[in-house]
């Protein structure tokens, strides 16, 4: 892609987000309804348009209307555009991301939920915070490895945050007699149509020390990527589940699921689009909701 194409895809996205912000905070401000959710769907499938980049799912993931608590690696900053290309929900990030310019604004706009990593008594403030928007019929992504990997090695799940699940089923607003955790595996298995190397790796993934400005560079000249989002078995949550070996179940089936997908075995079938939806997963920029 050319620096021309690729100023003129950003000028387009610029567009979209000046467009889009004033509706999407007045929605949030006075009434979370249907605009507020779909909004950025809208938002984060132009991006994966125009910088052609293809979400493909296979799994089952939950029905609309469930809330759920979403247990996944991570990749990169770009597994935030692709689960957010899917259906709405809501992410739970570093409260470092809640000041980034744009990026912090976006996140706010997701109505994402900020924790203070340094602070341990921050866990069960989200916990807590999260458990009501669950017990609201939110779908959550937790990213339970708490920071990004090299999208070949899966590091440890945290259990703390799960807390959150046993925080839903208590809830003041209509605790749940059981919360459905959802495992999910973000992997991406190709570039130029060609299966990404070991040396390409750091070109897809973003961890470490990386600096973001080369790396989005890198990730606008460099072609077309494939993004495949495996749905593991829920695992059922209620008052009597042991946290750490929930867990523990759902970072097996991420790792599990990773190795499916890097053995080739997906993403070999979309997951089952709605029918009022009618999205193409085989179609550039277009997942499943």
Aim: aromatic share 6%.
């Amino acid at each position: 892609m050319t620096r021309p194409g690729i100023g003129l895809r950003l000028a387009l996205q610029a567009l979209a987000f000046a467009l889009l912000v004033a509706p999407q905070a007045l929605s949030l401000r006075f009434g979370r309804g249907r605009l507020a959710a779909r909004i950025p769907v809208w938002f984060h499938r132009l991006f994966l348009r125009l910088f052609s980049v293809r979400v493909t799912q296979s799994g089952t993931p939950p029905p609309p209307g469930e809330p759920a608590l979403v247990l996944s690696n991570h990749v990169s900053w770009l597994d935030i555009v692709a689960l957010g290309s899917l259906r709405p929900l809501s992410f739970v990030a570093k409260s470092e991301i809640e000041g980034w310019p744009v990026i912090g604004t976006l996140a706010k706009l997701q109505r994402t939920v900020f924790i203070e990593r340094a602070k341990r008594a921050a866990t069960a403030s989200v916990n807590a915070t999260v458990g009501e928007r669950l017990a609201g019929g939110d779908l959550i992504v937790l990213f339970a490895e708490g920071t990004t990997g090299d999208g070949l090695h899966l590091l440890p799940f945290r259990s703390s945050l799960v807390g959150a699940a046993r925080a839903a089923l208590a809830a003041e607003t209509g605790g749940l007699a059981r919360i459905r955790l959802q495992p999910l595996a973000l992997c991406y298995p190709r570039r130029n149509g060609l299966p990404v190397t070991r040396t390409e790796r750091p070109e897809v993934a973003w961890y470490g020390d990386m600096e973001l400005a080369p790396h989005l560079g890198l990730f606008a000249t460099r072609g077309p990527i494939d993004v495949h989002i495996a749905w593991g078995p829920p695992i059922p949550f209620d008052a009597a589940t042991d946290r750490k070996r929930a867990t523990a179940e759902a970072e097996a089936a991420v790792r599990r699921a990773l190795r499916e997908t890097r053995g080739g075995m997906g993403p070999v079938r979309p997951a089952p689009v709605p029918a009022h939806e009618g999205a193409d997963v085989s179609a550039p920029g277009i997942a499943a909701v």
